[in-house]
T-cell receptor
Framework: QQQVKQSPQSLIVQKGGISIINCAYE??????FPWYQQFPGKGPALLIA?????SEKKEGRFTISFNKSAKQFSLHIMDSQPGDSATYFC????????FGAGTTVTVRA | NAGVMQNPRHLVRRRGQEARLRCSPM?????VYWYRQLPEEGLKFMVY????????ESGMPKERFSAEFPKEGPSILRIQQVVRGDSAAYFC????????????FGPGTRLTVL
């Protein structure tokens, strides 16, 4: 049973555009929500994370929006670049991370 | 500051053999987690360890799989009598004592069972 549901499965965006990935969860015990970026053949790299007492967090071109009442959170990648082409995973944590299924982002030059 | 180290990076085993995967956490990190990633899927939690203690093994198959994190040396994930379905990428992550949620991943070990 997938504890964190992620969509879309894949998306294509033009260079300079905005990529948006959505995640939803059920378990209200989750208290930490990170996003990871993974390139083929590599391990996941922590990109940005948020706690449920905050509704938005921005780091550079990456922004997390968090809606506690709806139990949803999303990642926005502004001014998408070809180097952002990767698979992105949302996750939710108690002690261990429960991952979404991943979104493959392709940025077209 | 070196990141999480895993070795080997690639491991090929025949059915019935044993696989040993090693993980050295980042310096100062005392929490280690193992995750498995099947092709085209997300990562699934397997086990969470601190030095000499298994904290949560709820994601670990009950048979053939074991993990340890001794007082000295790396954490070891051991798979006995491997089967084809064990073929996957196995990732180790570590976190510092003060920020257990903030998990940093190693490059993974890609296990292929022939």
């Amino acid at each position: 049973q997938q504890q964190v549901k992620q969509s879309p499965q894949s998306l294509i965006v033009q260079k300079g555009g905005i990529s948006i990935i959505n995640c939803a969860y059920e378990n209200t015990a989750f208290d930490y929500f990170p996003w990871y970026q993974q390139f083929p053949g590599k391990g996941p790299a922590l990109l940005i994370a948020i706690r449920p007492d905050v509704s938005e967090k921005k780091e550079g071109r990456f922004t997390i929006s968090f809606n506690k009442s709806a139990k949803q959170f999303s990642l926005h990648i502004m001014d998408s670049q070809p180097g952002d082409s990767a698979t992105y995973f949302c996750a939710a944590s108690t002690n261990k991370l429960s991952f979404g299924a991943g979104t493959t982002v392709t940025v077209r030059a | 500051n070196a990141g999480v180290m895993q070795n080997p990076r690639h491991l090929v085993r025949r059915r019935g053999q044993e696989a040993r995967l090693r993980c050295s956490p980042m310096k100062g990190h005392s929490h280690v987690y193992w995750y498995r990633q099947l092709p085209e899927e997300g990562l699934k939690f397997m086990v969470y360890l601190q030095k000499e203690n298994i904290i949560d093994e709820s994601g670990m198959p009950k048979e053939r799989f074991s993990a340890e994190f001794p007082k000295e040396g790396p954490s070891i994930l051991r798979i006995q009598q491997v089967v084809r379905g064990d073929s996957a990428a196995y990732f180790c992550a570590s976190s510092p004592p003060s920020q257990r949620d903030e998990q940093f991943f190693g490059p993974g070990t890609r296990l292929t069972v022939l």
